[in-house]
C-alpha cells in the first residue's frame, strides 16, 4: 500500500527522533544542586495547558515527587524525567488532583528498570488508605504484566506502592520526614480547611532550598518554615477570574457547578498573597503553581497576578508544566528554563 507523502514524511521524522526520546534523561545530565521541574501546574478544574499538581525535586540525579496528580508520567516523558530516578513520592494531602496520577507514575517506575522494591509513597496518616486502595485497583494489571513480560522485566517485588506514613505535624511544628544522602525533607501543617491533614513540604541539599505549599491559604506556618528559603512554590487562585465562570455557570442553571466555583475561593491563595508570605519569609523567588482557574490565553497572566508584583519584588513566575528551576550548589538565586517536547519519551 502507498502511503500519502505527508505519512511518509511523518515516519521518517520519527524515526529520526526515536533514538533521543529512548536516551532521554535529563536528570543526568544536571548540575550539582536542588532542580525543581513543574510537572503539573494546574488544579481539578479541566486544563489543556496545565496537569494536576506534581512537582519533581531532583537532588543527585534522584527525583522525589511532591505530589502526583493525572497527567504525572505523561508530562514526566516529555521532560525526560526517566521514572527509574524516582526514589520516593511524598504527598501534602489526598485530594484527587494530588493523588489521581500515582497508579501510573508507579507502573512506570516499576517496569522502566525492573524495580525490584515498591515505589515509596510518604505521607501523613490516610496515605496507607490511599496506597492499598490504589495496588488493589492496580493489582490485575500487574499480575498480567508480569505473566507477560516476566519476573526479569516487571519483578513482582517491585510491584504497586509502600505507604511510609509519618505523624502529621500540628500548629506551628516541622517534622523531617526524609534524610537522604544530602537531602533532607521537612513537612509543617498548612491550612486547607476542611481538609486535614494538609502539608507543605521543604526540601534542603547542599546549601539550597526550595519549599511547596502544598494547598493552603495564606498560612503563618508556611512564613515559618519557608524562612530564607530560596524559592517557594506556592498555590494561587484568582477570586475575580473565578468569578466569572461562578456567574457563567449560574446563567446556565448549573447550580452544583455554581455552588463549587463558590467554595473554592476560601481554601487557596490569592496571588498577592502568597507574594506576602514570600516577602515575609524572606525567600528569594516565587512560583505560583496550581492555578485556579484555568487560564485559557497568557494575556490573562496580569489579570490573574494582580498587583502581586507589589507585594515582593524579586522574581516571581507564573508556573508552567515544563519549568525547570535550578538551585546550584555554591551558587545563589533561581535559573529558569523549559523543558518539555511536544513528543512524549518511550
Ligand atoms: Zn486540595
Ligand atoms: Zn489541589
Known amino acids: 500500500m502507498a502511503l500519502p507523502l505527508r505519512s511518509r514524511l511523518a515516519l521518517t521524522a520519527v524515526k529520526r527522533r526515536l533514538p533521543a526520546m529512548a536516551a532521554g534523561d535529563v536528570a543526568a545530565g544536571l548540575p550539582r544542586g536542588l532542580h525543581v521541574a513543574v510537572v503539573g501546574s494546574g488544579s481539578p478544574l479541566p486544563d489543556a495547558s496545565r496537569g494536576n499538581a506534581c512537582v519533581a525535586v531532583i537532588a543527585a540525579g534522584r527525583i522525589f515527587l511532591v505530589d502526583a496528580g493525572e497527567r504525572s508520567a505523561e508530562t514526566m516523558t516529555r521532560m525526560r524525567l526517566a521514572p527509574h530516578r524516582i526514589a520516593a513520592v511524598l504527598l501534602t494531602h489526598f485530594h484527587s488532583d494530588h493523588i489521581g496520577g500515582l497508579g501510573s507514575v508507579s507502573l512506570q517506575r516499576w517496569v522502566a528498570d525492573a524495580a ?52 502529621s505535624p500540628e500548629g506551628e511544628e516541622s517534622v523531617v520526614v526524609l534524610d537522604e544522602d544530602g537531602l533532607r525533607v521537612t513537612a509543617f501543617a498548612v491550612d486547607h480547611a476542611p481538609v486535614e491533614p494538609a502539608l507543605g513540604y521543604r526540601f534542603d541539599f547542599e546549601g539550597r532550598s526550595v519549599v511547596m505549599s502544598g494547598d493552603t491559604v495564606y498560612s503563618p506556618s508556611l512564613v515559618r518554615a519557608a524562612r530564607g528559603a530560596d524559592l517557594l512554590l506556592h498555590d494561587a487562585l484568582s477570586p475575580g477570574l473565578l468569578r466569572l465562570a461562578q456567574d457563567a455557570a449560574a446563567g446556565a442553571g448549573m447550580s452544583s457547578r455554581r455552588q463549587i466555583f463558590a467554595d473554592v475561593p476560601d481554601y487557596h491563595a490569592t496571588a498577592p498573597q502568597a507574594a506576602d508570605a514570600t516577602r515575609e519569609a524572606g525567600v528569594g523567588a516565587l512560583a505560583l503553581t496550581h492555578i485556579i482557574p484555568p487560564l485559557p490565553m497568557r494575556a490573562l497572566e496580569p489579570v490573574f497576578l494582580g498587583d502581586a508584583r507589589e507585594h515582593f519584588a524579586g522574581p516571581l513566575w507564573l508556573a508552567r508544566d515544563g519549568d525547570l528551576y535550578s538551585l546550584l550548589s555554591g551558587g545563589a538565586g533561581v535559573q529558569r528554563k523549559r523543558l518539555i517536547s511536544r513528543l512524549p519519551g518511550i
Open 116 to 167: 525490584h522494591d515498591p515505589l515509596r509513597v510518604l505521607g501523613p496518616p490516610g496515605v496507607e488508605r490511599v496506597v492499598a486502595g490504589l495496588n488493589e485497583a492496580y493489582a490485575l494489571d500487574c499480575g498480567y504484566r508480569t505473566e507477560h513480560h516476566g519476573p526479569a522485566v516487571a519483578p513482582p517485588s517491585g510491584a504497586g506502592m509502600i505507604a511510609l506514613p509519618f505523624t
